[in-house]
């Protein structure tokens, strides 16, 4: 633990980003599981409205840092090829 007053208002705030940033990432992977679970349930408009929200989420996340740009945009891109191969299956 922390004697420093600083290292203690640190210990603080890592605590919270942390706590907020892995509930960033939690919400990216319910999402990704459900437009998976949307593809094989072979409901490829709702895959399709769940990709266009994912990416918008995506996007959000990579932008405040949470995660990095390349990795939200390599999500995106796998995703999308992902529902695109499904529906002309």
Do not use: C, W, Y
């Not at 949307?38 to 490829?44: N, P, R």
């Not at 939200?72 to 499904?86: D, G, T, Y």
């Amino acid at each position: 633990m922390p004697n420093i007053e600083s290292a203690k208002k640190r210990l603080r705030q890592s605590l919270e980003r942390r706590t907020r940033n892995r509930a960033a990432k939690s919400t990216i992977k319910t999402a990704i599981r459900k437009l998976q679970a949307s593809v094989e349930a072979k409901e490829f408009e709702k895959a399709k409205e769940q990709l266009r929200l994912l990416s918008k989420l995506l996007d959000q996340t990579a932008s405040k840092g949470i995660i990095h740009v390349n990795k939200a945009s390599r999500a995106k891109s796998r995703l999308n090829h992902f529902v695109k191969k499904a529906s002309l299956a």
